[in-house]
C-alpha cells in the first residue's frame, strides 16, 4: 500500500516536472516572465518555510533579504562582475545578516519577534531609499544584464526562465536534503518544544540563529536573480509587502510543509495573473479566497491533505492498540 | 564510591517566596535516589535548578566534581544528565522511532558533521534496541501523538537515555501509568540502572514504587530537606510522617 502511494509520488513529481520544462515552450513572454517570478518567488518562500515553518520563528524581514539580495545582484553586475560572483556575494551577505536578525528571536518570541524583524524590514527599505551612493535612491538600478552560463546567453525570456527553474531545482534538492538531515529534526524540536529539545541537547540558541541565517540566504538567491529578471530594480517592490507576500505563500501553501511554498507562490503569483479576466474585482475575489482559505484549513492547503493522512493513521494505531489490549485480555 | 551529583545550598526565590531553601545533598554513583515531599514543596523547582531550566538564587551543583551551575540545559545535557518531566513532553508529530534518534543525535559528532552525515545521525541501530527494551516494537513507525498516555510515558523514559546519560532525572515517571506498565517501567528503570551503572534520581508521589525502587530517599517539606535515608528508615521516620505520608 505504501509502496504503491510511493510510485504514485514519485510519477506525479516527473510528471510536474516535466510539465514546467515543457509547457512553457508555447508561452509569450508575459507568461514566462509570470513563470520566472514563481520560480524567484518559490525559493525565498522556501526560505521562509523554513525560519518559519520547520522552525518555528516568525519573520516579516524576508522581503527584506530578496531586497539586500538583488541590490547586491544589480550593483555587482552592472558593474561587470558576473552573476555568479554576485550570487556568493549575496549569500554570504544575507547569511550574516540573517545570523545577527536572529539574536532577538533569542529573547523574544511570537508576534514581539515579529515586530522585531517587521523594523528591520522597515530599516532595510529606508536603506535602499536613502543611500543613494550605492542604491542610486529612488531613481533605482536599470540595465541589469542577464548572464551568460556555460556559454548560453539567457536574455530572452525562455532561457531565463530555465535558469531560474534549475535554480530551484537546486535549492529544492538541497532543502530537501536539509529537512531530513539531524538539523530538520532539530529544528521540528525547536518550534514544537524548545524547553524539551534543550533537555535532549538540541543547542537551541545555535539552531535558531542557523535558522534565521539560512532562511535568510535562500531570499539572496532568489534576489540574485530577482534583478536580472526585471532588469530594473528600485525600493519599492522590497517594501514590507513583499515580506507580508512571502508570508502569505507560507501559510496559505501550508508551513512547514515541503511542497508548501510551491503552492503558496502559485496562489500568490499566479492567481492574481488567472483573475485578472474579472477587472476591478481581481484583488477582493484573491483576498476573499485566502481569507475562505484560511478559515476553513488554517494549516494551510497541504494541511488539509496531512489533516486526512494523520486522521487514517490514528484510526489503524488506536485498530493496532486495541487489537494488542485484547490479545492482553485473552493471555491467561 | 564517589559522588556523581553534589548539590550544596540551592535556594531559589521567586519573588517573596522562597520555593527552595538551602538544600544540600549527593547522590552516588549507580544509586537510584527517590525525591518525595508534598505538592509545592520545591522538589520540581530544585530540577529545574540542577538542569539549568532555572538559574538558583543561591548555592552550587556539581556533576562528577565539575561546577555546572549556570550551565545551559543543552550543555549539561551533553555531559550526560538528562531528565524527564512530570507532564508528557514527547514529540507527537514524529514517529517514536524519530523521537528517540532526535533524543540522541545531539550526542554525536558536531554540529557540523551532523549536517553532512547521515540523516539518522548512525541512532537508528540505538533507537531500534531502545524500542526492543521499552516494548514498542509494534509502535515504531507511528507517530507519537497517537500512542496511549502510559505508551507515551515509556517513549518519554526512553528518550532520556537515548544519549547513554551518566546522571539522570526523572519527573514522576510512574504518574498516570496503569499498574501493569507500572511494574514494566520499574522493572525496565532497574535493569538500566543496573546494566549501565546510570545513576538516577526520582521525584514520584507513588510510595510503593519509591520504597521498592530507591535504595535511598531524600524527603522535602516547605523547600527543606525533611529526612534523608534508606526506604525503611524514611518509612519510621515520625516527622516524615507527620508531613507527608500521614498515619
Redesign the interface.
Known amino acids: 500500500m505504501r509502496e504503491l502511494k510511493k510510485y504514485w509520488r514519485i510519477t506525479l513529481g516527473i510528471v510536474a516536472i516535466l510539465a514546467l520544462i515543457v509547457l512553457p515552450l508555447g508561452l509569450n513572454r508575459y507568461g514566462l516572465f509570470i513563470l520566472s517570478q514563481w520560480a524567484v518567488m518559490t525559493i525565498a518562500a522556501m526560505g521562509l518555510n523554513l525560519t518559519l515553518g520547520y522552525a518555528g520563528q516568525v519573520s516579516l524581514a524576508q522581503g527584506a533579504f530578496v531586497g539586500i539580495g538583488a541590490y547586491a545582484a544589480a550593483i555587482m553586475t552592472t558593474q561587470g562582475m558576473p552573476l555568479v560572483a554576485a550570487l556568493g556575494v549575496s549569500i554570504l551577505l544575507c547569511f550574516a545578516v540573517g545570523w545577527l536578525l536572529g539574536y532577538p528571536a533569542l529573547r523574544v518570541q511570537h508576534h514581539y519577534l515579529a515586530f522585531v524583524t517587521l523594523a528591520f524590514s522597515t530599516l532595510a527599505f529606508l536603506a535602499f531609499r536613502n543611500e543613494g551612493w550605492i542604491t542610486n535612491g529612488i531613481y533605482g538600478i536599470s540595465n541589469i544584464p542577464r548572464p551568460t552560463i556555460f556559454g548560453f546567453p539567457t536574455n530572452r525570456p525562455l532561457p531565463f526562465y530555465y535558469l531560474c527553474l534549475a535554480s530551484l531545482g537546486i535549492v529544492s534538492v538541497a532543502m530537501w536534503w536539509l529537512i531530513r538531515s539531524p538539523w530538520g529534526r532539530a529544528f521540528l524540536a525547536l518550534r514544537e518544544n524548545p524547553i524539551r529539545a534543550q533537555s535532549l541537547g538540541v543547542d537551541t540558541r545555535r539552531y535558531t540563529l542557523m535558522a534565521f541565517a539560512i532562511g535568510s540566504a535562500l531570499a539572496g538567491v532568489a534576489g540574485t536573480l530577482y534583478a536580472p529578471l526585471t532588469q530594473y530594480i528600485d525600493p519599492v517592490p522590497f517594501n514590507l509587502s513583499l515580506s507580508l507576500d512571502l508570508l502569505m505563500m507560507v501559510i496559505v501553501g501550508g508551513a512547514g510543509f515541503f511542497f508548501g511554498p510551491f503552492l503558496g507562490a502559485m496562489i500568490a503569483v499566479l492567481l492574481p495573473e488567472w483573475l485578472r479576466f474579472t477587472e476591478g474585482y481581481y484583488l477582493m475575489l484573491y483576498a476573499a479566497s485566502v481569507i475562505v482559505l484560511l478559515i476553513y484549513s488554517p494549516t494551510g492547503i497541504l494541511g488539509i491533505l496531512d489533516r486526512l493522512a494523520t486522521e487514517r493513521r490514528t484510526k489503524t494505531a488506536s485498530a493496532l492498540r486495541a487489537s494488542a489490549g485484547s490479545s492482553l485480555e485473552a493471555a491467561p | 564510591m564517589t559522588a556523581v551529583l553534589e548539590v550544596s545550598d540551592i535556594r531559589k526565590n521567586f519573588g517573596g517566596i522562597t520555593a527552595v531553601d538551602g538544600v544540600s545533598f549527593e547522590v552516588r554513583e549507580g544509586e537510584i535516589l527517590g525525591l518525595i515531599g508534598p505538592n509545592g514543596c520545591g522538589k520540581s523547582t530544585l530540577f529545574n535548578c540542577i ?1 539549568g ?1 532555572l538559574t538558583p538564587s543561591g548555592g552550587e551543583v556539581k556533576v562528577d566534581g565539575k561546577i555546572v551551575t549556570g550551565l ?4 549539561l ?2 555531559l550526560g544528565v ?2 524527564t ?1 512530570q507532564l508528557l ?1 514527547v ?4 514517529s517514536v522511532r ?1 523521537n528517540l ?3 540522541g ?4 559528532g558536531s ?1 557540523m558533521s ?2 553532512f ?1 547521515a ?3 548512525g541512532m537508528t541501530g540505538a533507537a531500534e534496541r531502545m524500542i526492543g527494551f521499552f516494548k514498542l516494537d ?2 515504531a513507525g ?2 507519537a ?4 498516555y502510559g505508551q507515551q510515558k515509556l517513549l518519554d523514559a526512553a ?1 532520556a537515555f ?2 547513554g546519560p551518566r546522571l539522570v532525572l526523572l519527573d514522576e515517571p510512574a504518574g498516570g501509568v496503569n499498574l501493569s506498565m507500572l511494574a514494566d517501567l520499574k522493572e525496565r528503570l532497574a535493569a538500566i540502572n543496573r546494566e549501565s551503572r546510570a545513576t538516577f534520581v526520582v521525584i514520584e508521589h507513588n510510595m510503593e514504587f519509591v520504597m521498592s525502587l530507591c535504595s535511598r530517599v531524600v524527603v522535602m517539606a516547605e523547600g527543606k530537606i525533611l529526612a534523608i535515608g534508606r526506604p525503611d528508615q524514611i518509612r519510621g521516620n515520625p516527622a516524615v510522617i507527620e508531613a507527608y505520608l500521614g498515619h
Not at chain 2, 545551559?72 to 550543555?75: A, G, I, L, M
Not at chain 2, 543525535?105 to 554525536?108: A, P
Not at chain 2, 501523538?145 to 496511549?148: E, P, Q, Y
Open positions: 538542569l531550566q545551559r540545559p543543552s550543555e545535557n551533553r538528562s531528565r518531566f513532553q514529540f507527537p508529530k514524529l524519530e534518534i532526535l533524543a543525535q545531539e550526542h554525536r554540529m551532523r549536517l552525515g540523516s539518522d545521525a509494534h509502535l507511528e507517530p501523538g497517537s500512542l496511549s528518550m537515548m544519549g
